[in-house]
């Protein structure tokens, strides 16, 4: 047993492990930050392919309603640390900020590294102690109290620990669930894990041929009577085994926990930036006018690329060469339903070794929303990812994990 007691000791050094041990260091806290693998922050190095989409520029309301009916939770973490407290802090650390759009927000350096040597700046400023290539195995408890963490080879002294070791999206950065196992010995709830995030596989295979465009604007709906709600709007790729692309991250933390279920899932997309039938069918006339020397397949390619016009009109078994008033009425009615809602069926993933974030976590019934400790055990504080919260693309997650770690630091026991 090492015979230093430590008033914290946070187990993870992503995003929300980072700032906690930050918040606690500020009010004289001595901290110990213990990392399994031999850098810090190596998820949060990768993040957003490294420029590091750290927040949004949404009100709190807002942000909240993204994360569905469990958003709420999020609530008192906010209040304490949103959007603007998180670019202020980070201003105050030496890591400026900038919206070139308006609403996502980057280091202005668009380099993750901007921000991990920062913090790093920081808790070398603070005394934090660091230890890498230390892997936690137990939390210690005694009594409904903790009393320490055990390592592979070592023990510390502690009577409070934020856990914030994230899910099990990108194992090859250190996510394995450690944090899921150490909870689930001490009576912890652990709802179903999903992979989130991550491109999706389908059972067609005619969007091989149009992976040369990225089709804007793209409108996904899952096509199952119990399920017609679920939906997500954005750019889309074809890929030669599905779909990517931000609308199919955002959309895929919907569809995989149901592909656990029905093996298929069949959905339906809207290509044409939201045109109805009706619309279409007036498009597709009034060009047919105007130029009537067009072939229907290049009249179609006012709407979208030539490659995916191409493959439209196969599935509606139309002949591309022929001009729009020589289709005959079902053909072009197949067509037009077709171009309003293309059906494709999603068959599979690549698993967590791609997930970007994981769906499912530490049920939030047991957690303290204005605190983030545990009601089962005094002391233990979660944040991040490893709890059952998981938000959109466009810097959701990664807000929610510097506001739940700022949270879990100020240790209102």
């Given amino acids: 047993m090492n015979n230093d007691v430590y008033d914290l000791i946070v187990v993870g050094s992503g995003a929300a492990g ?6 606690a260091a500020r009010e004289g806290k001595k901290v110990l930050i213990l990392e399994k693998l ?3 922050a190596s998820k949060l190095k990768a993040t957003g392919g490294g420029r590091c989409n750290l927040t949004n520029t949404l009100s709190n309301e807002e ?3 993204r994360f569905g009916r469990d958003g709420r939770f999020m609530q008192d973490a906010l209040n304490a640390f949103d959007h603007k407290k998180l670019t202020e802090f980070l201003s105050g650390i030496g890591i400026e900020t900038h919206a070139p759009d308006g609403f996502r927000i980057f280091p202005t350096s668009h380099s993750s590294q901007t921000i991990i040597d920062g913090f790093a700046n920081e808790l070398e ?3 934090v102690d660091l230890k890498c290539e230390q892997k936690v195995e137990h939390l210690l408890t005694d009594n409904g109290y903790i009393t320490g963490v055990q390592t592979e080879n070592a023990s510390y002294k502690t009577h409070n620990v934020i856990l914030a070791t994230g899910g099990l999206g990108y194992p090859t950065l ?4 450690d944090g899921y196992n150490m909870v689930n010995t001490l009576g912890h709830t652990v709802t179903d894990l999903s992979p989130a995030m991550m491109p999706l596989k389908t059972k067609e295979r005619w969007q091989e041929n149009c992976r040369a465009d990225t089709i804007a604007k793209v409108e996904l709906r899952v096509d199952l009577k119990k399920h017609k709600k679920l939906h997500a709007q954005g750019d889309l790729i074809f890929t030669k085994e ?3 692309g931000p609308v199919v991250l955002d959309f895929a933390r919907e569809v995989t926990p149901l592909l656990k279920k029905y093996n298929e899932v069949p959905i339906l997309l809207n290509l044409t930036k939201g045109k109805n039938e009706e619309q279409i069918r007036e498009h597709l006339k009034k060009v047919s006018l105007d130029t009537p020397d067009k072939t229907i397949v290049d009249i179609v390619h006012t709407l979208l690329p030539l490659p995916l016009s191409q493959e439209l009109c196969k599935l509606a078994e139309i002949d591309g060469t022929l001009k729009y008033n020589k289709i005959e009425g079902q053909k072009r009615d ?20 791609m997930a970007m974030i994981t769906r499912g976590g530490i049920s939030l019934k047991e957690i303290d929303p204005k605190t983030m400790q545990s009601k089962l055990i005094k002391g233990l504080y979660f944040c991040g990812e490893i709890m059952n919260l998981d938000g959109p693309c466009g810097g959701y997650n990664l ?3 510097f506001a739940s770690g700022y949270l879990a630091g100020q240790l209102k026991n």
């Fill in 125 to 127: 400023r603070l005394g």
């Fill in 18 to 23: 980072l700032i906690g041990a930050v918040v």
């Fill in 399 to 401: 807000q929610w994990s």
């Fill in 242 to 244: 599905g779909i990517r």
């Fill in 38 to 40: 031999s850098k810090i």
């Fill in 63 to 65: 942000f909240m309603s």
């Fill in 174 to 177: 250190g996510a394995e669930g």
């Fill in 334 to 353: 197949h067509l037009i339903k077709l171009l309003a809602w293309t059906p494709m069926t999603v068959t599979g993933h690549d698993g967590f070794k």
